[in-house]
């Protein structure tokens, strides 16, 4: 089983979100982007992510828990395409 092949490997620590990466809480309808400096910028409105996205900007969005979310500090929100390119 998939459980008996991955414990042959030792554990280095959680995985770094990329930037660009839409992420999402398990607990939270907010969807955050990383940024270039690793950390969550919240995307304020479905308006907003529409505009920097288009259309399918609610598909590929990463679900974590929310104790792996908080491991992230927070930056400026994205309230503008201008504001995603800053990040």
Known sequence: ??????????????????AGTRVKSDVSSKVYVVGSDYKLHWITSETVADEIYGSTWNQGIIEVTST???????????SSTDDVRSI
Not at 68 to 78: P, S
């Open 1 to 18: 089983t998939i459980d008996v092949y991955l414990g042959t490997y030792e554990y280095k620590g959680d995985l770094k979100l990329a």
């Open 68 to 78: 792996y979310l908080w491991k992230y500090a927070t930056g400026d929100d994205v």
